[in-house]
């Protein structure tokens, strides 16, 4: 709501008030972490009192409380105040998990390890969401946006440096360091490839397309349906014809190839991304105004500086857009492809449902999420740099 | 000069021009007009090959269009069409620097050019030079477009309704512009339109087109006089054509010169229009008009008896 139309800040912000409600009531009745003697053992619950007592339970509260009061009568002035509490907040949860070790695990408790409990999560995940709102209130450019996570994640890896010692998500990671490098690198190159090349691929079928009508329905009925076979019975099709290439093809076997492992998860990835990549492209090459088209050729532009110079600079927001989602959604199928043994962070998951050892899933989905948000926001802004350039 | 002989384009079934012979010289404006889908954007691509021809010939300065390389062709002429076809991802003064550009023109004269064009065109360079086509308004785009076709000085002008879609404010005001361009510059003009007042105002020669063929062409006046059949008589005007013709006749070439004794009454200029002159005898109920030079002295009388007499004009 800007100043000149709500000049008071009359009308209450409804969806920050109930976002703060929430919060309030999940911090007060959910557990805030859980402490376990070991890894085997599940853990015990601890509320918001038990970690702070009565004065430091109230002394956490009193940010959302104020924050409340702000969205009560949002001006502009007071959406930045509140915006700044919601990042502030955000930097002392690892604080507050880290005073929880402290007063509740005893240090002749070196197996002790502490999970992070519902209270948490649920206000993690609720100020996350004012934050969005306010950004959006505020109109923040997308960039400014992702640059208020950074104090939070600073104040993260500070106390994850000392005091969150017995936290077991750091305990699982440390146990697996090397694994879970490795399973990041993994999961990116699977990504990064699938993208390039279904984005080569798809800019052919796509050139394909418009030159040739015949092309045109073919290819979308066809990519149209790739894309309803889920996902496992895709890698699962794959399985059968890779394993028989890799028999008989020695140069395919020498390279990797087999019917499971990083070829077939790799093409099934190829395979989703095309569709969103070919759409797109076609839709952004085919939509540029003729009229356009029309004068660079009457001006006497050869073919290639058309493309080069109108068509591709037009069409390269809505391309980038279909790399944008096409990245995103690889991002998350590409945890799927460790069920056939691709490797990549899909690996923790399943591994940690086996064990029911939800630590471990987390370790697995937490950097996937926030992969996907940052290539989300990162093509996003480019895509809406490109397109301002070309329409402002 | 441009010539077309025994020119036609088919596509497919239709045949979308039919053996027309136009010669157009040099420094003359033709204006192109017909039905709707009577050929006349065709007949103009045809010129600079964004459409091949199908049989004849056309020869610009007498060669042949088909010895030349197509953008060779094509950065020999302007071109300006109705929806200016303006880059939108590019300045406005990048889009007019186009063709010269292309040419590889330093970059030195091709910003002189611009500068020139734009000022010519009432585009103050600080004003519009960095601006993007969708800041400008209809007819600041259509100035553009027609800057960016002469940007490189062809000898040629193709313009496919450039003043479409405009105000008639705004569109009399760029006809004129482009007619003291044409004076000044001498270009070969091909012009195509659907407002006939238009194309009666600045054509040197008249070109009726209907299903591909030429019905006839000539000076708008002798046409107007002259119509080869009913189709042309009834699209010069049909029933206003003798408004049209007295659209197109001065105040100073119908008045009688003025004796010894200056008349009261209304003045009208000499340069103005004959139906000009009419319209007002109608509003100010009056029979004779006191015509005056550029100082405003009395030089002569219009009675309506003269007005609508004898053809006085070749
Ligand atoms: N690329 C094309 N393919 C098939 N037919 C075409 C093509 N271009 C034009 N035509 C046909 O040729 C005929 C003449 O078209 P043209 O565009 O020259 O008409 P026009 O006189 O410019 O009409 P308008 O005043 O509406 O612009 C029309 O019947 C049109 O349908
Ligand atoms: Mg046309």
Same mark, same amino acid.
């Given at each position: 709501?800007?100043?000149?139309?709500?000049?008071?800040?009359?009308?209450?912000?409804?969806?920050?008030?109930?976002?703060?409600?929430?919060?309030?009531?999940?911090? #007060? #009745?959910?557990?805030? #972490?859980?402490?376990?003697?070991?890894?085997?053992?599940?853990?015990?619950?601890?509320?918001?009192?038990?970690?702070?007592?009565?004065?430091?339970?109230?002394?956490?509260?009193?940010?959302?409380?104020?924050?409340?009061?702000?969205?009560?009568?949002?001006?502009?002035?007071? +959406?930045?105040?509140? =915006?700044?509490?919601?990042?502030?907040?955000?930097?002392?949860?690892?604080?507050?998990?880290?005073?929880?070790?402290?007063?509740?695990?005893?240090?002749?408790?070196?197996?002790?390890?502490?999970?992070?409990?519902?209270?948490?999560?649920?206000?993690?995940?609720?100020? @996350?969401?004012?934050?969005?709102? =306010?950004?959006?209130?505020?109109?923040?450019?997308?960039?400014?946006?992702?640059?208020?996570?950074?104090?939070?994640?600073?104040?993260?890896?500070?106390?994850?440096?000392?005091?969150?010692?017995? +936290?077991?998500?750091?305990?699982?990671?440390?146990?697996?360091?090397?694994?879970?490098?490795?399973?990041?690198?993994?999961?990116? +190159?699977?990504?990064?490839?699938?993208?390039?090349?279904?984005?080569?691929?798809?800019?052919?079928?796509?050139?394909?397309?418009?030159?040739?009508? *015949?092309?045109?329905?073919?290819?979308?009925?066809?990519?149209?349906?790739?894309?309803?076979?889920?996902?496992?019975?895709?890698?699962?099709?794959?399985?059968?014809?890779?394993?028989? @290439?890799?028999?008989?093809?020695?140069?395919?076997?020498?390279?990797?190839?087999?019917?499971?492992?990083?070829?077939?998860?790799?093409?099934?990835?190829?395979?989703?991304?095309?569709?969103?990549?070919?759409?797109?492209?076609?839709?952004?090459?085919?939509?540029?105004?003729?009229?356009?088209?029309?004068?660079?050729?009457?001006?006497?532009?050869?073919?290639?500086?058309?493309?080069?110079?109108?068509?591709?600079?037009?069409?390269?927001?809505?391309?980038?857009?279909?790399?944008?989602?096409?990245?995103?959604?690889?991002?998350?199928?590409?945890?799927?492809?460790?069920?056939?043994?691709?490797?990549?962070?899909?690996?923790?998951?399943?591994?940690?449902?086996? $064990?029911?050892?939800?630590?471990?899933?987390?370790?697995?989905?937490?950097?996937?999420?926030?992969?996907?948000?940052?290539?989300?926001?990162?093509?996003?802004?480019?895509?809406?740099?490109?397109?301002?350039?070309?329409?402002? | 000069?441009?010539?077309?002989?025994?020119?036609?384009?088919?596509?497919?079934?239709?045949?979308?021009?039919?053996?027309?012979?136009?010669?157009?010289?040099?420094?003359?404006?033709?204006?192109?007009?017909?039905?709707?889908?009577?050929?006349?954007?065709?007949?103009?691509?045809?010129?600079?090959?964004?459409?091949?021809?199908?049989?004849?010939?056309?020869?610009?300065?007498?060669?042949?269009?088909?010895?030349?390389?197509?953008?060779?062709?094509?950065?020999?002429?302007?071109?300006?069409?109705?929806?200016?076809?303006?880059?939108?991802?590019?300045?406005?003064?990048?889009?007019?620097?186009?063709?010269?550009?292309?040419?590889?023109?330093?970059?030195?004269?091709?910003?002189?050019?611009?500068?020139?064009?734009?000022?010519?065109?009432?585009?103050?360079?600080?004003?519009?030079?960095?601006?993007?086509?969708?800041?400008?308004?209809?007819?600041?785009?259509?100035?553009?477009?027609?800057?960016?076709?002469?940007?490189?000085?062809?000898?040629?002008?193709?313009?496919?309704?450039?003043? &479409?879609?405009?105000?008639?404010?705004?569109?009399?005001?760029?006809?004129?512009?482009?007619?003291?361009?044409?004076? *000044?510059? $001498?270009?070969?003009?091909?012009?195509?339109?659907?407002?006939?007042?238009?194309?009666?105002?600045?054509?040197?020669?008249?070109?009726?087109?209907?299903?591909?063929?030429?019905?006839?062409?000539?000076?708008?006046?002798?046409?107007?006089?002259?119509?080869?059949?009913?189709? #042309?008589?009834?699209?010069? &005007?049909?029933?206003?054509?003798?408004?049209?013709?007295?659209?197109?006749?001065?105040? &100073?070439? *119908?008045?009688?010169?003025?004796?010894?004794?200056?008349?009261?009454?209304?003045?009208?200029?000499?340069?103005?229009?004959? *139906?000009?002159?009419?319209?007002?005898?109608?509003?100010?109920?009056?029979?004779?008009?006191?015509?005056?030079?550029?100082?405003?002295?009395?030089?002569?009388?219009?009675?309506?008896?003269?007005?609508? &007499?004898?053809?006085?004009?070749?």
């Amino acid at each position: 709501m800007s100043d000149a139309l709500n000049p008071g800040g009359a009308r209450p912000n409804v969806v920050l008030l109930s976002l703060g409600l929430a919060g309030l009531l999940a911090w #007060v #009745v959910f557990d805030a #972490v859980s402490v376990a003697p070991n890894r085997i053992v599940s853990g015990q619950g601890h509320g918001a009192w038990d970690v702070a007592g009565w004065p430091g339970l109230v002394a956490s509260l009193a940010p959302m409380l104020a924050m409340l009061a702000l969205a009560w009568r949002p001006s502009r002035r007071h +959406l930045r105040l509140a =915006l700044g509490l919601v990042v502030a907040m955000l930097a002392a949860l690892p604080a507050w998990l880290a005073l929880a070790a402290a007063r509740l695990i005893e240090s002749e408790m070196p197996q002790a390890r502490l999970g992070i409990g519902a209270g948490v999560w649920v206000a993690l995940f609720l100020l @996350l969401l004012a934050m969005v709102e =306010l950004r959006t209130r505020l109109a923040l450019p997308r960039l400014l946006g992702g640059a208020l996570l950074l104090p939070p994640l600073m104040s993260l890896a500070v106390w994850l440096a000392s005091g969150l010692e017995p +936290l077991a998500l750091r305990q699982e990671l440390l146990a697996r360091r090397d694994g879970f490098i490795a399973a990041i690198g993994e999961h990116l +190159l699977l990504v990064g490839a699938a993208v390039a090349i279904s984005l080569l691929l798809g800019v052919a079928i796509a050139l394909a397309m418009r030159r040739w009508v *015949r092309c045109r329905t073919l290819g979308f009925a066809l990519l149209n349906s790739l894309q309803t076979i889920p996902s496992l019975a895709l890698f699962g099709l794959l399985l059968a014809p890779l394993a028989w @290439l890799a028999a008989h093809v020695e140069w395919l076997a020498a390279l990797g190839v087999s019917g499971i492992g990083w070829a077939p998860a790799l093409l099934a990835l190829v395979g989703y991304s095309l569709l969103p990549m070919v759409r797109n492209t076609f839709v952004a090459l085919d939509e540029v105004d003729t009229g356009v088209i029309d004068a660079a050729r009457g001006m006497g532009m050869s073919r290639g500086q058309i493309f080069r110079q109108v068509r591709l600079p037009l069409a390269a927001p809505v391309i980038l857009e279909g790399i944008r989602i096409t990245t995103v959604q690889a991002i998350g199928l590409a945890a799927v492809a460790a069920l056939i043994g691709a490797g990549g962070l899909g690996t923790f998951i399943f591994q940690g449902l086996g $064990q029911a050892a939800m630590d471990m899933v987390l370790l697995g989905a937490l950097p996937i999420l926030v992969m996907a948000l940052v290539a989300d926001a990162l093509l996003g802004a480019l895509s809406d740099r490109l397109r301002q350039g070309a329409a402002s | 000069m441009i010539e077309l002989i025994g020119v036609s384009k088919r596509f497919g079934q239709t045949t979308a021009v039919d053996d027309i012979s136009l010669r157009m010289a040099p420094g003359e404006l033709s204006v192109l007009v017909g039905t709707s889908g009577c050929g006349k954007s065709t007949t103009l691509r045809m010129i600079n090959r964004l459409i091949e021809h199908s049989d004849g010939e056309i020869h610009i300065d007498g060669q042949q269009i088909r010895g030349f390389r197509e953008e060779t062709l094509r950065r020999r002429m302007g071109y300006a069409i109705q929806s200016t076809g303006l880059f939108p991802h590019w300045t406005v003064a990048r889009n007019i620097g186009l063709v010269p550009r292309l040419l590889k023109w330093p970059a030195s004269r091709i910003h002189a050019r611009v500068e020139s064009l734009m000022t010519m065109l009432g585009l103050p360079m600080d004003e519009f030079a960095d601006k993007m086509p969708r800041q400008l308004s209809g007819g600041q785009a259509q100035r553009v477009g027609v800057a960016r076709a002469l940007a490189a000085d062809p000898d040629i002008l193709l313009m496919d309704e450039p003043f &479409g879609a405009l105000d008639p404010i705004t569109r009399e005001t760029l006809q004129h512009e482009l007619r003291e361009l044409q004076a *000044r510059l $001498q270009k070969t003009i091909v012009f195509v339109t659907h407002d006939m007042d238009e194309a009666l105002r600045l054509a040197d020669r008249l070109v009726v087109m209907d299903q591909g063929r030429i019905r006839q062409q000539g000076h708008p006046l002798a046409l107007l006089r002259e119509p080869a059949d009913g189709f #042309v008589a009834s699209l010069l &005007g049909g029933e206003d054509r003798g408004l049209k013709e007295a659209a197109l006749l001065t105040v &100073g070439e *119908r008045m009688m010169p003025l004796g010894a004794k200056p008349l009261p009454g209304e003045r009208i200029s000499r340069h103005a229009t004959l *139906r000009e002159a009419l319209s007002m005898m109608l509003w100010r109920h009056a029979e004779r008009l006191v015509v005056i030079d550029d100082q405003g002295m009395a030089i002569g009388e219009l009675s309506l008896r003269r007005l609508v &007499g004898a053809r006085s004009h070749e």
